[in-house]
């Protein structure tokens, strides 16, 4: 890590002190925050949020650093490690693709299984600085960091074609009782239920100059999968949150169920800590309301939109400690009675009936994609202004399968 990258860290932990300091001194002193204070807490909040998105930016911009040396590496013949060179499967048929020496088409899928979970973002840190990385990989990463299902660990299914995949989802477990000696063993099934997952299609259009395409200095190829993993990521992922399944995916909250409701007048937030059953409970009660096995998975996460974590980082346990805990590690979330908080712009925001935070085992929520993705080139579409037109089509379908209590959100109550 870079020498800017640790100052900005510090710097983040530094605000957050600053901001956990006003915080306690209105909570010892027993009142809101006063108009000034207010302001300054807001302030705070969006410079760690800036912080975040810088931290992020000079991590990435020093990966494309490293990534332009192994470039020029290659080029003056050198060793190198990271590359989208001749050595990757499938570079050369790409690159003449892209510049109309090959078909007009190009299907980009996964080299063997792919499991989605375990896929880094391209960082050094993850391993990223050791082994080449496929077209198809980068383009995965981008749809990652763009939709935090995928990020919070979905389980994904690649299947070579689109026909419909019934999937078995668990609606209740069987059970067990003491059998008196020789006493009849009652009988419990596992109920389950069939969810279909098909096929529906994203695509998008990019449309690039032919300098760009001819141009054999311009790492084309990063800029595709970053600009079609950014679209079709925000695409599906904002049904992988709401989607409600009529012509679309079933998004995670559509069969997630209740596990914490807030009180009475306080507009669907989470009310006052200083009343019980309010504040810093409502979050525990929502933890509580995942049994262990759930809590215990990796795929176990937070997730809820930007202003809700705001909201969230004010709050105190009755023992007057922040629910919310920042990361001390570069790169990893902060977290919420230990388990990491992902924010997605697509969760509700606070407010009357409104299931504003998730929590749960992500991995029970099945993402469906279906062929790969698919690339096709055309010059005459944007003919007149000489831009070469990509098109790209992705399938894909997604639903939680079990419906248990694997998955549970938090409802904001009535007025």
Known sequence: MSEVAKALRERRANVWEQAKALADKAADENRNFS???????????????????RIKSVLEGEQRAKDAEDAMSKLRGEPRGKSTGPGNPGAEELRKFLTGDGPRFFDVRPQGPVNFRALSKATGGAGGNTVPTSFYDRLVAHLIETSSILDAGATILNTSSGEALEIPKTTAHSSAAIVAEAGTIGSSDPAFGMVTLGAYKYGNLIKVSRELVTDTGVDLEGYLAMQTGRALGNAFGAHAITGDGSAKPRGIITDATAGATGPT??????????????????????????????????????MMADATAGTIRKIKTS?????????VVVGQPDTILGKPVL???????????NESV???????????????????RSEDFAFDSDMVTFRALMRADAALVDLTGAVKTFTGGAS
């Open 35 to 53: 108009g000034e204070e207010e302001s300054t807490w807001t302030a705070l909040n969006s410079e760690l949020d800036a912080l975040d998105k």
């Open 358 to 376: 998730i929590f749960g085992d992500f991995s029970q929520y099945f993402v469906r994609m279906a062929g790969g993705i698919r690339f096709e």
């Open 319 to 327: 023992e007057g400690q922040y629910i919310w805990q920042p990361s």
């Open 265 to 302: 007048g306080v507009t669907g937030g989470f009310g006052s800590q200083s009343t019980v059953g309010q504040g810093a409970d409502l979050l525990i009660d929502l933890f509580h309301s995942v049994i262990s096995p759930y809590r215990k998975s990796a795929a176990c996460q937070w």
């Open 343 to 353: 924010t997605d712009p697509n969760v509700p925001a606070i407010g009357l009936g």
